[in-house]
């Protein structure tokens, strides 16, 4: 057994504690919600930098998130990453220990790490190392970055997140969960001018999930991966609508027919029906419906099910064949059997909330991970599936940096200089957050809850207080044959995780204290190496990303979208900080008196064109041609604005076969009665401070202690 209940933080106060507690956050978080602290809504997240709005529905439903996030502050108890009840236990899932009621927080706010050695959506066939991690690349829309591309909003960002959305199963129209979209941009307080810690740790946070119905306790959290992307991925353990729809066609209308029809025939004994429905579930060849068929319920059970579903539908609906929905009996026997005895998930779980994000006790390191409960001496605190690259892992997590024409802007020069031809390549941000080794290839990333948060602590000097170990049986995600098998077999085996880390108190740790493990010598030796040569990049003081520049820069009443704009006349005394850019899409018509006048947008793309402000105008309204010139009468501000109408050529340069109809990117024209939600503010791309050439890159080190000697395959020749 790894942990009691009774060491449960929550059940250590009594309950009207408890209900204080609860009560007292909910109206913290409703204030909270009334001031506007909050995380941008999901319904914006495609337009982070630019607006939010007033709509009361979603200052409701933010409320209600904040709320729900409070409740879970206040009830912490555990939660599971355990085998799945799903199939043939083949994944592991997340439990709740806990009843969640709907809008409940689930756990703590993950950490989105981005990605840029590798595109969502493409799963490249054929290249083995690496290729597992398609299973844990997310939309990078999901967690708010910044696009790779100035102009076009929907270039295929990714991010990895790691707890409980990389954990969960999918049975897609079942889902009892969500992940909440958007992130708060947060770089713990450090700055690119003056902290050699900038941009080595991601800035992207609380990536919370939320329950979109009530859960028992026990219950398992499934999440809707959404149809689209689950069959771009070779044997992803996902359940599909559309299959389970067959398994529910193959029980009523084919086995229960069956069984029917043959009600009188004498050899249709009761044993006869159980070895039938046992023999289809176990059907020798792979079958996905099959597999889904309810297990470890006999046919009678299963049969009585089927009657009734049978006969509320005649009741209820005689036009359709439904069998999916509420009738559905696979659904309905899913739904049972996804849920674990408490005493089972203590026994065989590793609980997910030993740990809570915060910032950092140590100034350079950004955020940590912090002791929830009283953590005993030997406990496991964390546990995490890894997912490894056996050969090529330096290669795969090297990345070049597409020459841009904002290169200058983020010290992201060619290093034959400004016009050179070389591109600048650094190792990949999510390199900080996985385990190498000095004598081997192998690269594993861990991405089990909160552990990705854990900073390094010596041991000599007593800071560290866990320390990662093999689990000593096997699990689901954890093949203890593996750690015998060498890199060559790992970079082979790219469609299933098999191994995991427990982390394990080294000592009694206190509730509230930060938990640091060793990273290892070499790791220590290259951040100070890191910190004595650092220097910041040029004009770093002027730098301020737009997540913190909007608050500065002033908004009235109604919200950010209304923040005034400068002209650019103002920007020559008041200039914004040079990674802002304002862009808009280039939607106009010619006036009769050919002059160029802003078009509503019809078209929703996701191309921009640059703009700059020239003018601001005030009209009695936005349909009113009249300026008004009265200033006791209402009036709206429209925009006249420089729009460079070339660059939007440019962007479609690759559909068009005809290279002379492309524009001149220098073509500016003169746009009148703009409004200002449609001018947008943004970062630009590849300026965040992870992009810095001037960032500490380096993995933590795989113990030699948990090293195993299969895996080591020598020094590799690009040494980080
Ligand atoms: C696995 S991450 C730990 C979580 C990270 N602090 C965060 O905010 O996401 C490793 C990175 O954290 C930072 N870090 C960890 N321990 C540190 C230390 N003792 N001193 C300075 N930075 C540290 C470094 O940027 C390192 O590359």
Redesign the pocket.
Known sequence: MRHSLDHSFGLQRTASDRDALEGKLEVEAAAAAAHGVSRIPVEKQHDKACDDNSDPSLEMKKARRIIGFARFMAKTRQRYCVLSTLGKDTNLGIYTGKALRTDDVVNFPE?AIPLLFREWGEHVEGVADGTLWDRYIWEGEVADLETYTDRNRIDNRAVFVPGVGCTVNSVLDMNNIESTHGSTYDT?GLHRSRDP?TG???PYHSALTTAVTDIAPGAELFASYGDYWVPSIPGVQVTLDEVLDVTEDFLQNDLYEFVQSHRDADALTPDVKEALFAFVKDFPLPNQPFSNLPRNVPWADVERAIHKAVTHRKHTDTTTDNVSGESSVARQFIREQSIRDLAWLDEHGYCQDHLRPGR?T?P?????AFATRNLPAGSVVGYAPLIHIGLHGREVLRITYPPSEHDHHVGNVDIDGENGTTPRTNYDLVL??SFAHRNSTVILTPYGGMV??????STTSGRANVQVRWPDKSLIAHVPSWLEQDPIFLSETVEKIGLSFEYVALRDISEGEEV?MD?GPEWEQA?QTHVEQWQPVPDAERYQHTSEWKDLIGKDERGDSNMVLRTMEELESNPYPPNVVTMCRDSYRVTQAGTFEWLPVLRQGHERVYCNVLERKQYKSEADDSVANDESNPSVTLYVVAMQVGSARDNRVEERSDADEVGDADEWIVVERVPREEIFVYDRAFSADWHLPNV???P?MIPDYVMPLAWMNGPPEDAF
Not at 364 to 368: D, T
Request: proline share 0%; aromatic share 24%; hydrophobic share 40%.
């Open positions: 950490i713990a810690g080595a740790f991601s950092s140590l350079q390191a950004g955020r940590g900080n957050y990705n948060y854990i900073n390094h602590g640091f990273y951040w500490f890159r380096h933590m």
